[in-house]
């Protein structure tokens, strides 16, 4: 009955949220509630332990035999408001801006240079985790040039997602914090074991960056040295998507003070010295008091920024609710043992490879949520009995974030399709085409860590 009850509620998470028929919150929240009310009814459980199981998921939980503790969502949820925060308001204050402006006046009129100044603008603006604000900034600075320069402008859509597939990864993307939730490994550990294989993948974007940029030079028939440049207008133009962007808000003069800021936390945040919610947390008030300082403007700061911070950490919190019915009600449990009973006894050693093949499809065509908290949870069930870990689990649910930024449930590629005039399905086939050895990489870099044994 359980493991009928748990396919259920797992199929109609899945689908009510791929309707859009509940927001992820209300998904998230009603229902495991309407299921664990089933599981009240037709067992010995009782109204309070359908509360404690939600409570145990959202603070800690303690086990009775090994005294070990559990943290529950409200950790990685923390981390995830104050650290976006965090980067709105470095965004704000104009900490990205030199670097963007540099790779846009080395780019010039040389092909090469502008897909390679293409990638590392889109690598530093999206380490603020936030995939629509990269998008904006990135076509707003190099759409109007790649057409100037008769570009092809597919390569600038490809250039532009593939970082963000990556960096998406960091401990304060969605998909890390969703991942680290859902299976309950601590954040800085997955973020540890994912950090290589982002690392090469990110080498691997560089030089396809070069790569297209050799193509358009061939194409369009550019001679390295010849008065090719772009002209005055144009630069002035390309560098006013930067600096035009909320102007009242850039503190150029405390540039320094904010870059050392950011690596001194990023620093520590890696050596696991302190959470990253205390972190960012203390970073951000900092900043807020350094940068703005009069009370009027730091309160309108907070209020603009927090439909960014709140969203996603609402949806962590009602995380909670979901991941303690399906395990405090045994439902998790039911359905693990139903996928073992169904998987070959000589495929049971090759779980991580094999699941990290299904990711992929199954973390482009899926929401999110719906994929780590519907799917992730129960299958990091499964493979521990076959010996893995959580945190291998989780690595192998993380390597279909390769094709993530090609699902057509992320709204903000629809924009960036449209501004550079391709169909959606046309823009899924040319990121395969030239993306997808970073799925390789992933699996084979994460084999020689160990964090995907084969």
Same mark, same amino acid.
């Given at each position: 009955?359980?493991?009928?009850?748990?396919?259920?509620?797992?199929?109609?998470?899945?689908?009510?949220?791929?309707?859009?028929?509940?927001?992820?919150?209300?998904?998230?929240?009603?229902?495991?509630? @309407?299921?664990?009310?089933?599981?009240?009814?037709?067992?010995?459980?009782?109204?309070?332990?359908? @509360?404690?199981?939600?409570?145990?998921?959202?603070?800690?939980?303690?086990?009775?035999?090994?005294?070990?503790?559990?943290?529950?969502?409200?950790?990685?949820?923390?981390?995830?408001?104050?650290?976006?925060?965090?980067?709105?308001?470095?965004?704000?204050?104009?900490? &990205?801006?030199?670097?963007?402006? &540099?790779?846009?006046?080395?780019?010039?009129?040389?092909?090469?240079?502008?897909?390679?100044?293409?990638?590392?603008?889109?690598?530093?603006?999206?380490?603020?985790?936030?995939?629509?604000?990269?998008?904006?900034?990135?076509?707003?600075?190099?759409?109007?040039?790649?057409?100037?320069?008769?570009?092809?402008?597919?390569?600038?859509?490809?250039?532009?997602?593939?970082?963000?597939?990556?960096?998406?990864?960091?401990?304060?993307?969605?998909?890390?914090?969703?991942?680290?939730?859902?299976?309950?490994?601590?954040?800085?550990?997955?973020?540890?074991?994912?950090?290589?294989?982002?690392?090469?993948?990110?080498? @691997?974007?560089?030089?396809?960056?070069?790569?297209?940029?050799?193509?358009?030079?061939?194409?369009?028939?550019?001679?390295?040295?010849?008065?090719?440049?772009?002209?005055?207008?144009?630069?002035?133009?390309?560098?006013?998507?930067?600096?035009?962007?909320?102007?009242?808000?850039?503190?150029?003069?405390?540039?320094?003070?904010?870059?050392?800021?950011?690596?001194?936390?990023?620093?520590?945040?890696?050596?696991?010295?302190?959470?990253?919610?205390?972190?960012?947390?203390?970073?951000?008030?900092?900043?807020?008091?350094?940068?703005?300082?009069?009370?009027?403007?730091?309160?309108?700061?907070?209020?603009?920024?927090?439909?960014?911070?709140?969203?996603?950490?609402?949806?962590?919190?009602?995380?909670?609710?979901?991941?303690?019915?399906?395990?405090?009600?045994?439902?998790?449990?039911?359905?693990?043992?139903?996928?073992?009973?169904?998987?070959?006894?000589?495929?049971?050693?090759?779980?991580?490879?094999?699941?990290?093949?299904?990711?992929?499809?199954?973390?482009?065509?899926?929401?999110?949520?719906?994929?780590?908290?519907?799917?992730?949870?129960?299958?990091?069930?499964?493979?521990?009995?076959?010996?893995?870990?959580?945190?291998?689990?989780?690595?192998?649910?993380?390597?279909?974030?390769? @094709?993530?930024?090609?699902?057509?449930?992320?709204?903000?590629?629809?924009?960036?399709?449209?501004?550079?005039?391709?169909?959606?399905?046309? &823009?899924?086939?040319?990121?395969?085409?030239?993306?997808?050895?970073?799925?390789?990489?992933?699996?084979?870099?994460?084999?020689?860590?160990?964090?995907?044994?084969?």
């Amino acid at each position: 009955m359980l493991l009928f009850l748990a396919l259920l509620m797992i199929v109609s998470f899945v689908v009510l949220l791929a309707k859009n028929k509940l927001s992820i919150v209300g998904a998230l929240v009603l229902v495991p509630l @309407f299921f664990g009310l089933i599981v009240v009814v037709l067992t010995d459980a009782t109204f309070a332990d359908l @509360f404690q199981w939600i409570t145990d998921a959202l603070f800690f939980s303690v086990n009775d035999e090994s005294g070990s503790v559990s943290m529950g969502v409200i950790s990685p949820g923390l981390l995830i408001l104050f650290a976006v925060m965090y980067f709105d308001l470095m965004l704000n204050v104009g900490l &990205f801006d030199p670097l963007c402006e &540099f790779f846009i006046k080395k780019a010039k009129g040389d092909p090469l240079k502008v897909t390679m100044a293409t990638v590392l603008t889109a690598t530093v603006v999206t380490m603020n985790g936030d995939t629509t604000t990269t998008i904006i900034i990135c076509v707003a600075a190099f759409l109007e040039l790649y057409k100037f320069m008769n570009m092809k402008l597919s390569y600038l859509a490809i250039l532009i997602v593939a970082p963000i597939g990556i960096f998406n990864q960091l401990p304060w993307g969605g998909p890390t914090i969703a991942a680290s939730t859902a299976i309950g490994v601590p954040v800085t550990e997955l973020f540890n074991a994912l950090l290589p294989g982002m690392l090469v993948a990110e080498v @691997f974007v560089i030089f396809l960056a070069y790569r297209l940029g050799l193509k358009e030079r061939k194409r369009l028939g550019f001679c390295d040295g010849s008065d090719s440049a772009i002209d005055d207008v144009m630069m002035a133009k390309m560098l006013a998507s930067i600096q035009n962007k909320d102007p009242e808000l850039k503190r150029p003069k405390l540039f320094w003070f904010n870059l050392l800021l950011t690596a001194g936390i990023l620093y520590l945040l890696i050596q696991d010295v302190a959470h990253g919610a205390v972190l960012f947390m203390i970073g951000s008030a900092i900043v807020l008091t350094v940068n703005y300082r009069q009370v009027s403007i730091i309160n309108d700061r907070i209020d603009d920024i927090a439909s960014d911070a709140l969203a996603p950490a609402l949806a962590t919190f009602a995380a909670g609710v979901f991941s303690g019915v399906l395990s405090g009600s045994g439902m998790a449990n039911a359905l693990a043992q139903g996928i073992t009973m169904i998987i070959p006894e000589n495929l049971g050693a090759h779980m991580a490879p094999i699941y990290a093949f299904i990711s992929a499809p199954a973390i482009t065509f899926l929401p999110q949520d719906a994929f780590y908290f519907g799917i992730a949870k129960v299958v990091a069930e499964v493979m521990e009995s076959y010996g893995l870990s959580a945190t291998q689990a989780a690595v192998a649910s993380m390597v279909g974030q390769s @094709f993530r930024l090609i699902s057509p449930v992320i709204p903000a590629l629809f924009m960036l399709t449209a501004s550079t005039e391709l169909n959606f399905v046309d &823009f899924q086939k040319k990121y395969i085409k030239y993306c997808w050895p970073i799925l390789i990489i992933y699996l084979a870099v994460y084999a020689a860590t160990g964090s995907l044994p084969l």
